[in-house]
């Protein structure tokens, strides 16, 4: 008799050995383009390059963690919804006077004796 897993929920990642695929898409899109560049360094600067490529991942690695602020998303996806999801720093005030025109205030003051 085969047995089947039950996902855990509907926004559960999918899991491909112990890594999930958003963690290697994460790591593969850092890493690949980095060691793409690596290869513009000239050969005499091995150290700087070996440099750049433990930066690189170390880079990946911290994108693809959950905030400690945040753990229900990853730094990158943090980091993408500031970028994107800027608000206008613009906040209306719906107060008591801004719906009545002030006529209409002094009026209901006038007859209410203030």
């Known amino acids: 008799m085969k047995t089947y897993g039950v996902v855990a929920g509907i926004r559960e990642g999918v899991k491909l050995g ?8 994460c790591l593969a899109l850092v890493i690949g383009p980095s060691i793409f560049l690596d290869q513009l360094f000239p050969a005499d600067q091995g150290v700087e390059s070996a440099i750049f ?9 911290y994108l693809d963690l959950h905030p400690r602020t945040n753990p229900g998303k990853r730094n990158f996806e943090v980091i993408w919804m500031l970028i994107t999801h800027r608000q206008s ?4 005030s719906y107060g008591y ?13 006038q007859n209410n004796g203030d």
Not at 18 to 25: F, G, K, R
Not at 89 to 92: A, D, E, Q, R, V
């Open 18 to 25: 112990w890594l999930y695929l958003t963690d290697i898409a």
């Open 53 to 61: 490529l433990a930066l690189s991942v170390i880079l990946a690695f």
């Open 89 to 92: 720093k613009l906040f209306k």
């Open 97 to 109: 006077y801004e719906f009545k025109p002030f006529s209409e205030i002094r009026k209901e003051r």
